[in-house]
């Protein structure tokens, strides 16, 4: 088998910061900096470029993308400049002036078609990390095994927590795994009989850096599981990764709320950070004189509560999330 390394010439030219290895299937992309403030990514793809560039890594079957998903944003160290690029992501967005539409539209090609996609993220408030999985309820469980399987059981065994949103509450499917998902290869066997795998991973607060080399060497193992590294693949470098048990836990999401003309404030220390408990029928926030209260029943779990200087008037502000039972999943 031939060792591909480097630029391999492709028939159309690559969008800016987005580079190519190899040919074939298996076909996997990583992405970062999607959000440009989330940089946690921004080091892995760094990393993973130079050394398939420079170092001799090597794709030996299958073709692997890399890219920066905003450039300009990551720049400029902010989630986005016109709009939210992770919510470009709906295949309407073709003909356009605005940077992210038209970014979206440029990296969608490489979105398609794909065995695997790992969407590297990070949160604007404290967070255990953790994975956030596309697609409806049905078929669920094989998605998370091969998810688990390929690239998250050889996370650190700090993520152990799942978010699912098969009601698309988030961002009514246009985010990159969920582009991801609709555009799998015909009957989502990708490779080896199996289902495909779109993972979004939310590292921890973007401010932290501390996961970057772990991280790395997840997508490595990865890549090394699709058995795309060539013989060089892993020279050098600490062998598999961790294989500990863990305890996942699998959360799904019931509700947004959004600021509107009322204003909003959080209430009784909520909104501080991803998965804090919110207790059944317990008031979190209110908009003007109105509360807003979580469901009765069971405890509810505050998702990517948003920075003040995120808020806008019609935006989300948060999403609510239960806890699945074993037997849901
Ligand atoms: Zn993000």
Redesign the pocket.
Known sequence: MRLCRGLLATARPLPSDVWQFGAGRPRVAVLEG??GN?ITGVEVVKALVEDFTHKGLGIREGQLTVAIGNPLAVAQNTRYIEEDL?RCFDGKSLETSELEKKRAAALSPYLEGLDVLLDL??TNKPSTPFARLPGPIEGRRQRFQVAEDLFLSSLPTSCQTVLWDPHELIAGGSMTDEFALRHAPDGWDGWDGSYGSYICLESGQASDRSSVDAIYLAVLQCLRKLQMLGPLGFEGRPGPGDKKPRAWRHFEIMEKFSLDHRGFEWTNGHGEYNFQVVPAGHVYGRKGQVELRAPEGKESYMVFPKVRNLWAEGRPLGWLARKLEPEEL
């Open positions: 999607v959000h989330e992770n993220h990070a």
